[in-house]
Structures are given as structure tokens and as C-alpha cells.
């Protein structure tokens, strides 16, 4: 499975526990640069383990720390200082921000939507988000999740009214079995999974209805180790860059790489290798052919949506109403030219 977007709450007493532990295993520049990942390895992370596997860090001079998925979400690893960078999504990546995590987005990984609104391929009432009016959304929890169904199904006539079930990573078993009518995956995962499994599925493209592009899956970092370790940082995303760059090039050998380094992960090649090419034709360069690399107007797109939707809170917990200067929530200073 894939990872969501899950709700941020930035609780003051947690962060202050993880920043102490962090501190407290601090050794400076022999420390490992550590990553959190947002789920298992999966193909939104064919850069870092292409990365690792090409020996693109040992090039640099970098020791590389991947840690293992656990409950508390990246965002929150690397706002506290318990990681140095992770795994983000510019939904999540949004309200933590907002809430007071210190964080930057250094790397765009997928320059557009990966995810989309889907329904079973069978499911002949349904031919456009409109037809989703009074159905069963299965989802994931997040805040901006949905509005952002609502703002696509009003787009294409319909009301935007429908039932929702939180239901995380069971929601596609849900799907599957009828229990719900629409949910939101991963094309590069759970699409593929889906026809893989002989349970295809009909999907509804965001932008086609008029909804802003987004950086679907992003890399983050703590913005306070970003300015205190410059090469470093540099050094690191421009590594992870490369990595992305063969997984554009060269998809079948970066997916051959993630399986290698994580062999107990994967019970299908075909869901890695099709992945893989769906993120190489479609979804890691930028119009220009760049890898990584963001812009203000992306930003203020989809999270100015956000914004509007009365959602995202600031540090006290109370909405905010004013949005932000996106283009300092980002740099493309760490990525190669």
C-alpha cells in the first residue's frame, strides 16, 4: 500500500520530547543524514534507493540513514529536528507548515497529481464525477481531502454532496467489494495493483475538471539543518536528484534497484516495473524536462485552494485567513542546474 496524507496535529509536548531525543543522539557532521519515509518502499521512492543502490551518496560523501515508516507522520519527524528529511505530499506538507513546522520543501518528486478519483471500472452509473453526487467516498482523513472532491464534482455540474467513510488503507479493499463507491490512489500503485488483480478501474483526473496541478509527493527538510548544513544539504538533494533523473531515464533499472534493496517488500515485479515506467513517462520531469524543481505558481495553486477552504489552521489551532509568501515555503537552491 501506498502512503495518504493523513491529519497533521503538531501537539507542542511531542515535539519537545522528539526534538530532545534528536539533540540528544546528535554527533554533528559524522551524523547520518536520516530520511523518513512516509510508508513502505514503494516507487515514489525509486530516487532514494537509486541514489543509495548507484552509489550516488557514497559519491558525495554522504552516510545515508532510512528510517523505517512508523506512526507519526514525516512531517512531523523532520519539523522536530528527528530527521533531517523525509517523505511530504503538498497537502500535508501544507497544514504542517502552516501549523508551525519548520520545514522547506527542497525537491519536487512528482511534478504533478499521481492520484485521482477512481470507481470500478464496471461501474456503469458512474461516468463522471458528477454521478458521484450521494455515494460513499472511502478516505484517508485528511482535511483538504473533501473539499478538494467537492470543488471536482461541482466543477463537472454535480452538488458535491456524498457520504465519507475514513477508512486509510482499507478503502480500496472497500472499493473492490462494493462497500464504497469512490476513493483516491495512487495511478503508479494502487491503479496498477487494481488491474493486476483483475479489479480495474475508471479514474477521473483533477486538473481535467479545472482543479489546480500539485506537487503530488514531495522532499522536505528541516529548515533550520538546511541552514546550518548548506553543503550538505546540497550535497544530499543534488544525490537524490541523480537518482530521480535515472529513475526518468532509465525506469526498468530503477525498479530493479528499489526491489535489490528492499526484497521482502514487493510480491510482484509487474507492480514495480509498471509503476516505475508510469512515473518515468508521466509524472517525475517538469515542462521543461527539469527533475525536482518547483514554482511559486504551483504552490499557489493548489495550497491557496487549500487555503480558501478554511482548513488549515495555524500554530494556535485557530484557521487562518491570511495565505502566506508560498514562494518562501520552497527552494530549488540545493538542485542542480
Known sequence: MLSRARPVVLLVALLLVVSAC????????????????DWTPNTNHLGLYAAQQAGYFREAGLDVEFLPYNATSPDTLVGAGAADFGISFQDSFTYSKAAGADITSVMAILQHWASAIAVRADRTDIR??????????????????VPKMQAVIRADGGRGEFRT???DTAAYEALYAGRADFTEPFLNVEGIE??????PLKTFRYTDYGFPDAYNVLLAGNSTWLRENPDRARAFVQAVQRGYALAAEKPAEAARMLKEANPAAFTSDALVDQGAQMLARDFLRDEQGRIGYQSAQRWEGFSGFLYDTGTVAGPDGAPVTGK????TWFTNDFLAP
Open 22 to 37: 534528536a539533540a540528544a543522539g546528535q554527533t554533528g557532521a559524522d551524523r547520518p543524514i536520516r530520511v523518513a519515509l
Open 194 to 199: 487494481a488491474t493486476l488483480r483483475n479489479e
Open 324 to 327: 502566506p509568501d508560498f514562494s
Open 165 to 167: 467513510e475514513v477508512l
Open 128 to 145: 463522471s464525477p458528477r454521478d458521484l453526487d450521494g455515494k460513499i467516498y472511502a478516505g484517508f482523513g485528511g482535511p483538504g481531502e
